[in-house]
């Protein structure tokens, strides 16, 4: 007998003096601690045992081995396993082959149910067919006695709700329990079954710690295929539409489950109903966050569209360095030394924006000009400011800048050429903790086509300030500032050459035929031949420039953090209208080209003039006076037709824009555009050809009313207003 | 289970009590095994000698068995522990009145209790000896409930295992060193963790089972736990 005979040797748990050894006890055991073991996890230990006063109506006790013994002559009923909505589990030992089994009795009170029964054995078939590793086997399944059961494979071990209910999981071992699973679900979603009810009670790890899902297609068996029995599942793992009648549940509901789960071992708590990432909760991977929330996603189109795809990317997290603030990652948090010091503060994020980013080549001196250094050309990326640093993407590259690595920052300005408005940029110094070189960082908030003079400084200054005060908290050290701007050799998009070009040409064109009164060989040369290459060009360059970012967009490295889950959402709905507005602005573009075009054609006399036009007979002759009315007509119809030119290219990037949650004020005056177009277009439907003018029309004015009307929802306003700040959405 | 619903064996002493039930009478005896060392210490530290006490305990025994005391009301019977304590003490207080009446050893039923072992216990705690007797009683009743609780894990486990595999019961999961536990008895990883977990799952099941045994309400299994463990940790 061990009684309290204190010894000197303390406890290693709670520090208190560990009783004797005794001969017979080679190691002695802390008597608190053991109690306390029982209580750590005890509250919601079998909550059958301990019914809580709460359950007023405690279910019958499930039939006990030996009521069911005759039942079953075949087997020798050993225990009851438990019960679970679907039924009652025995351990039974199948006298025939004496070997163990675990006999699944379902839903005994639908004993008498032909309809049941018919669906059990078509279920209970495809069941069977299914073999692999990571499944339980069907055996055999039948009906005796009026009861239903299923004969499976018995494995000798724990589920997975045992385990997380000692406490959440390592991350790495977590994840180690995902890919099998997901293995799993892939074969048996490839042979058409859905387990409905994934959860961590299904989720079996026998006594080699292989894992192994049971009950698969259960839910659905037990359901009573007419309604609500259908939708059979457990509340917390169920996929939003398994909760809805009216929408189709397929194998992704599964996927959202085995979310749920993973959520649960990575964080030891269910998702909650305002979805936090995970890491905002205990210290793990950023980019397991990604994986997490992708899966719950709430819409079965945005999750990974199969368990395979949800398997890569665990694994490729499994292999790749894991991604956290260096001085905190190669801390073990399973060492006991790691778990009794208090946790640092999880990373949190406090700031982030869409934005142009450019990186400089090592700077000479700060506050100087840098006319000798290459010029940069900034990209469409991303900056995200978190406790331990920032996250840059420019491009298809990601870098990340330890705060702890800074040197010095300040606002910084594009050369006068380049940006006559004098916007602000952020500049930030530091040390590359690869290279050991200095290196610069420029990036201006926001991606908006067009700023207003004086709108950047504000912004720039608000994000040095937040800077400085992540780096204050960070390091305790004030990070320094230029004393002034630092002039950072810019070089203008070489895509926006065209369209500089296209306008200038365009403006010469106008004045020429203002002052000329008609065109003269070089003018038609310009109108014809260069004006068109320009805009030609500058389409180019244009869908080039959109079509890198809709490639970027589709990478799968763009992560799409938890304040921008809705986004996508808002993005379908705004899709359709954004669409439509531009294939019209596109349309209206084509015929603004041509109608151009044209004009330029008739007044090189290669076509006949439209009777009554104006601006194509010679009044070199006539005295200006006279003349004047025909030129300023003549100026203000070319004039007009490049402006439309200009207002058509313009819905056409809006509306592109306006599919990515930008520039809302740009999309709005777009749709007021095409709806001015279409009623002037209705109004004044003349020409050869009224009916295509008025069924034109009548597009634009549809196209214009459908996108003011989206773009007015609030969600959708809010939604605009949040997308700048949510990298890679 | 939820069979402990209804019939946790204090519950059946209560219940058997009213008709002087010989069920009744076996279940107190058997919970009486287990948790008399207890009973004898704290006789003991109010100074009578060690033969008193063994006649006071086989007393106050003899008294519970003819089933006089189960009718005593008592506040606090829903816990046979604090039932015991109650009683003893108020036996304690009339065995000046009693002690000429009492045949000693005269009734049929004689447990096997190790007397030498409870009086081990005795000297050994001096350093405790500035909390109350109260105290003390319960702290050793929950080691008795221990000390039961790990007899029949060990027994039904296999001893020498067992002995083996004891010393993790204690060590919070996310601290046990499932590497060198893996090691030590030649498994994988997760299969020492499905190991101990198991142990574990079994371990607390017994532990609450025989806390269940001494309530009249298992509902009130944890906050027993908690007591227990309260006076462990004093």
């Known amino acids: ?729 | 289970m939820p069979t402990h619903f209804a019939t946790t064996q204090w519950t059946l002493i209560h219940e058997a009590a009213r008709g002087g039930d010989t069920a009744a009478v076996a279940a107190l005896g058997a919970l009486f095994e287990t948790y008399w060392p207890p009973l004898y210490r704290y006789v003991r530290r109010q100074g009578h000698s060690a033969a008193d006490t063994e006649d006071l305990v086989q007393g106050f025994f003899a008294h519970l068995l003819r089933l006089d005391g189960l009718r005593l009301a008592d506040p606090d019977r829903g816990r046979f522990r604090a039932f015991l304590l109650g009683s003893l003490k108020h036996y304690l207080a009339n065995q000046w009145h009693r002690e000429h009446r009492l045949k000693r050893g005269g009734h049929d039923l004689v447990l096997s209790l190790d007397w030498q072992n409870a009086e081990t216990g005795l000297g050994l705690d001096p350093a405790d000896s500035a909390s109350g007797p109260d105290a003390l009683f319960d702290r050793e009743w929950a080691l008795a409930l221990l000390e039961k609780v790990l007899a029949d894990l060990a027994a039904s486990e296999g001893d020498l295992d067992f002995a083996r595999w004891k010393p993790f019961l204690s060590v919070g999961s996310e601290r046990l060193p499932y590497a060198a536990i893996a090691a030590e008895f030649h498994l994988t990883e997760g299969a020492a963790r499905v190991a101990v977990h198991r142990l574990r799952k079994r371990y607390r099941q017994r532990l609450r089972d025989e806390i269940a045994r001494t309530l009249a309400d298992p509902r009130l299994v944890e906050e027993e736990l908690r007591s227990l463990f309260t006076a462990l940790s004093e």
């Open chain 1, 1 to 729: 007998m061990n009684h309290p005979a204190s010894s000197s040797v303390p406890c290693p748990e709670c520090g208190k003096p560990l009783p004797i050894a005794t001969a017979g006890q080679p190691r002695p055991v802390c008597p608190a601690c053991l109690l306390a073991q029982a209580l750590v996890s005890g509250t919601a230990f079998d909550p059958a045992a301990t019914p809580s006063s709460a359950t007023a109506n405690p279910p019958p006790p499930p039939p006990t081995p030996e009521q069911i013994a005759d039942k079953f002559p075949q087997f020798e009923i050993l225990a009851c396993l438990g019960r679970g909505g679907m039924g009652v589990v025995y351990k039974a030992r199948q006298k025939s082959l004496n070997r163990l089994v675990a006999l699944k009795i379902l839903a005994p009170e639908r004993e008498r149910d032909a309809r049941f029964a018919e669906r059990f054995a078509r279920e209970a078939e495809l069941l069977a067919k299914l073999s692999h590793p990571h499944i339980v086997t069907i055996h055999d399944f039948g009906e005796t006695a009026g009861l239903f059961y299923i004969v499976m494979e018995f494995v000798d071990g724990v589920n997975l709700r045992d385990l997380i209910r000692e406490g959440k999981l390592e991350a790495r071992q977590a994840l180690a329990i995902v890919p099998p699973i997901c293995e799993a679900l892939q074969y048996a979603h490839e042979k058409g079954v859905v387990h409905r009810d994934i959860k961590p009670e299904n989720l079996l790890l026998d006594r080699e710690g292989r894992v192994k899902i049971a009950d698969f297609g259960i839910a659905a068996l037990v359901g009573t295929g007419d309604g609500a029995g259908e939708r059979a599942g457990t509340p917390p793992y169920m996929a939003p539409e398994q909760g809805d009648a009216r929408r189709e549940v397929d194998h992704r509901a599964d996927i959202y489950a085995l979310g749920v789960v993973l959520y649960e071992m990575l964080t030891g708590e269910r998702p909650a109903k305002d979805l936090v990432a995970p890491s905002r909760k205990v210290q793990i991977d950023v980019r397991l966050d990604e994986i997490v929330l992708r899966a719950l996603e709430k819409s079965p189109s945005l999750r990974y569209q199969t368990a395979g795809e949800f398997r890569t990317q665990v694994e490729a997290t499994l292999t790749a360095p894991p991604v956290n603030p260096p001085d905190r990652a190669d801390r073990a948090p399973s060492s006991a030394a790691a778990s009794r010091t208090p946790p640092p503060p999880a990373p949190a994020l406090i700031k982030s924006t869409a934005a142009r980013v450019a990186w400089a080549a090592p700077a000479t001196a700060a506050g100087t000009r840098a006319e000798s250094a290459p010029l940069i050309t900034p990209s469409v990326g991303s900056v995200v400011l978190h406790t331990y640093g920032l996250i840059v993407r420019s491009g298809a590259e990601t870098r990340e800048v330890p705060l702890a690595a800074l040197t010095a920052c300040g606002e910084a300005l594009p050369p006068a050429w380049a940006s006559p408005a004098r916007h602000r940029y952020v500049g930030v110094e530091f040390t590359d903790p690869a290279t050991g070189q200095r290196q610069r960082l420029v990036f201006q908030p926001g991606t908006p086509l067009f700023i207003l003079p004086g709108t950047t400084a504000p912004r720039a200054a608000e994000w040095l300030a937040a800077l400085r005060a992540a780096h204050q908290a960070a390091t305790g050290r004030e990070l320094p500032v230029w004393p002034a701007p630092w002039v950072f050799p810019l070089r203008g998009a070489p895509r926006l050459l065209p369209f500089i070009l296209f306008a200038t040409l365009s403006c010469l064109l106008v004045l020429l035929l203002f002052t000329h009164g008609t065109l003269g060989l070089a003018e038609i040369a310009l109108l014809v031949f260069l004006n068109p290459l320009t805009f030609a060009l500058a389409c180019v360059g244009g869908l080039l420039a959109f079509r890198a970012r809709c490639l970027r967009h589709r990478s799968p490295e763009a992560p799409l953090p938890p304040d921008g889950r809705e986004l996508p959402n808002v993005r379908s709905k705004v899709a359709a209208p954004a669409f439509a507005m531009a294939v019209v602005g596109g349309m209206d573009l084509l015929g603004a080209v041509i109608g151009l075009l044209a004009f330029g054609l008739m007044a090189f006399g290669l076509i006949p003039p439209i009777p009554g036009g104006v601006g194509t007979e010679g009044l070199s002759d006539v005295p200006l006076l006279v003349s004047l009315p025909t030129r300023v007509m003549t100026a203000a119809i070319f004039g007009w037709m490049l402006l439309w030119m200009g207002t058509c290219v313009f819905v056409l990037v809006s509306a592109l824009r306006m599919q990515r949650l930008r520039s809302r004020g740009g999309a709005i005056a777009s749709a007021v555009i095409l709806m001015v177009q279409g009623s002037v277009g209705f109004a004044f439907a003349n020409g050869p050809t009224p009916w295509v003018t008025v069924g034109w029309s009548v597009i634009e004015l549809g196209a214009g009313i459908w996108a003011l009307v989206v773009l007015l929802r609030r969600d959708v306003r809010g939604a605009f207003k949040k997308a700048p700040q949510v990298p890679g959405a």
